[in-house]
């Protein structure tokens, strides 16, 4: 579904991404782990389109996406939950997921399927974004996200200053929606327990370069805790 190759990208100068390469593919779970500040943001802005690569390609569903401005990835089935959720605040739950539907016709209803996957949204549809917990707003960035069914969903560090209890309901989505076959996950994480537990396959960035990767079953063996706890 996705298929980045040989990526570079510099900020003012310095070197972010060196020479990076990663896929995702139908069905399953790709984890980028790293500590801060080695790119992994800045990979996944790349993908979406929100900051132009030097020197790479990026190929979507078998098209070139390398040059495409973000409404385009957005449209042809990129869905992107960003770190910080950037909700809108003053905006109702609705709104915010109707928001989601940017590239659906204008007469799409939201996905009921959404209010399944996160029963708590259903119950704060006229509650303003701002006036949710840390959790319940990154449910609504998620199912933000969803309205548009996308084909690969990528998630920046979903996990980030959410209660241990939400990051389940959060993983169990996550797995369920990898499950059906129908979409491509990649999630940037530094939770490496969240990470282990749902990585169908992984690579770990250091200094803008990929210097781990393989099956998810294999993090362990490949002490992937320890790289990325150095």
Same mark, same amino acid.
């Given at each position: ?10 900020? $003012? ?31 996944? @802005? ?13 190929? *979507? ?7 495409? $401005? #973000?409404?385009?990835?957005? !449209? ?5 939950? #960003?770190? =910080?959720?950037?909700? *809108? ?17 204008? $007469?799409?209803?939201? #996905? ?5 996957? *996160?029963?708590?949204? @259903?119950?704060?549809?006229? !509650? ?21 069914? #996308? @084909? ?8 980030? =200053? ?5 990051? @389940? ?10 499950? !059906? ?12 327990? *969240? ?12 200094? =803008?370069?990929?210097? $781990?990767? =393989? ?6 063996? !490949? ?8």
């Amino acid at each position: 579904m996705l298929e980045a190759k040989n990526i570079h990208q510099y900020y $003012s100068g310095s070197h972010i991404l060196r020479d990076v390469s990663v896929s995702a593919a139908l069905g399953r779970i790709t984890v980028l782990l790293g500590r801060n500040g080695v790119g992994k943001t800045t990979l996944l @802005k790349s993908l979406m389109g929100l900051v132009p690569i030097k020197s790479g390609s990026i190929e *979507f569903n078998g098209t070139n996406i390398s040059k495409a $401005s #973000p409404y385009e990835r957005a !449209r042809a089935g990129i869905g992107y939950v #960003p770190q =910080g959720r950037e909700i *809108f605040a003053r905006l109702t739950v609705e709104e915010n997921l109707r928001m989601g539907l940017a590239t659906q016709p204008a $007469s799409a209803p939201i #996905p009921a399927e959404l209010f399944e996957l *996160f029963p708590v949204l @259903k119950a704060m549809l006229k !509650r303003r974004g701002g006036d949710l917990s840390g959790g319940q707003q990154q449910q609504l960035a998620i199912a933000r996200a969803l309205c548009a069914r #996308p @084909k690969l969903l990528i998630l920046d560090e979903p996990t980030e =200053g959410i209660q241990p209890s939400i990051i @389940k309901d959060i993983g169990r989505v996550i797995r369920l929606l990898a499950d !059906r076959g129908d979409m491509a996950i990649l999630l940037c994480e530094q939770y490496v327990d *969240f990470a282990e537990e749902l990585a169908d396959d992984y690579l770990v960035l250091e200094r =803008g370069a990929v210097i $781990s990767q =393989g099956l998810g079953s294999e993090m362990a063996a !490949r002490g992937v805790r320890q790289i990325v706890a150095i």
